[in-house]
């Protein structure tokens, strides 16, 4: 019967997801919504995408990244050389941008998620700052005065890129898997002394979750126009944090809603450049000094439809763990 439950709800939130997608374009074909709402929701898929990946690194498996940049630049990059030098249609180049963000993710996985704390998250802004500093001098992909891209970004792409992402993150993290990296996080010794492959599996979140910031990087390039290495620095690593941060860690959901309000609070403070970093970060200490644990700390916001449920004695969590 759980199993019946299950699919009837997944299956259900894939009709509305589609019904969600299919209203946004017919706004956006429409011209309801003009440029600007148009490339704000774009920006707020990528920035979903980045969000939930990293909270997959850092929520789920507990490894404190901040080189997320990094991934997006080497996906940013790959997916224009794809498009603007090979002349590979769009598609593909967002699957070569999540392989080789994959890869590059590996790359760097192996050696330092034998680190934990304070030293993996040095050593990984390391990987994002030399990643800025390689295609800063390479003039193959235009070095310091960047990379110009074509505009292939559309609302179809970046939904089914979300969508997709949301569901792999959400499966993996429910399955046998993600369990592991949960126990992780909770517990890496005792998860160790229980059999379980500890780097095996921090280094399997880690290429997903660079996989799928490889995925935002294509899109991201070919939103913008020009694509420049300045664009990847540690700033934008720590963007990407503190959607997870606010969220909440370990809440999918917290991360996805505090990525779409910290980009609309960006976009419609864009003409203010010198109060919309004040703005925004008095939102970020208010929140830090009244709600520490984030917007929805470890707790999933389909956990507040079933209040009723628990406090009539019911199950309270299907024996599934309340993130993602």
């Not at 590979?88 to 790359?107: N, S």
């Not at 998250?121 to 390391?126: D, F, Q, R, S, V």
């Not at 993600?178 to 059999?195: K, T």
């Not at 609070?265 to 709600?291: D, G, H, K, T, W």
Request: glycine share 10%.
């Amino acid at each position: 019967m759980r199993l019946v439950k299950n699919a009837k709800g997944f299956w259900l939130s894939i009709v509305l997801a589609v019904v969600v997608g299919v209203v946004i374009q017919f706004l956006i074909s429409g011209e309801i919504l003009d440029s600007f709402y148009s490339n704000t929701l774009y920006l707020i898929g990528i920035n979903i995408i980045l969000a939930v990946s990293l909270h997959l690194i850092i929520g789920v498996t507990g490894q404190f990244s901040i080189g997320h940049a990094g991934f997006l630049a080497v996906g940013a990059y790959a997916s224009a050389i794809m498009t603007m030098k090979l002349g590979m249609p769009f598609p593909v180049a967002i699957l070569v941008a999540g392989v080789a963000a994959a890869i590059a993710g590996l790359i760097i996985g192996i050696p330092t998620l034998r680190l934990r704390g304070d030293y993996l998250a040095i050593a990984t802004l390391g990987f994002g700052e030399i990643m800025r500093i390689i295609f800063l001098n390479i003039d193959y992909v235009g070095g310091a005065s960047g990379m110009t891209v074509s505009h292939l970004v559309t609302w179809p792409w970046v939904y089914a890129c979300v969508v997709i992402t949301i569901i792999v993150i959400v499966n993996f993290t429910n399955s046998t898997h993600g369990r592991a990296c949960i126990s992780i996080r909770e517990n890496e010794i005792a998860a160790d002394a229980m059999g379980i492959n500890t780097t095996f599996y921090k280094v399997i979140a880690f290429v997903i979750g660079a996989f799928f910031a490889g995925v935002a990087g294509a899109l991201y390039a070919h939103n913008f126009y020009i694509i420049q290495p300045t664009n990847f620095g540690f700033l934008k690593s720590f963007d990407i944090l503190i959607f997870v941060v606010l969220g909440g860690l370990g809440s999918m959901s917290g991360a996805v809603i505090a990525a779409i309000l910290l980009t609309i609070i960006s976009a419609f403070l864009s003409n203010y450049p010198e109060v919309r970093m004040l703005i925004y970060s008095l939102v970020l200490i208010v929140m830090m000094l009244f709600r520490p644990q984030g917007l929805l700390g470890t707790k999933e916001i389909t956990s507040f439809f079933k209040v009723g449920k628990s406090g009539k004695g019911g199950v309270q969590n299907d024996s599934k763990q309340t993130v993602a």
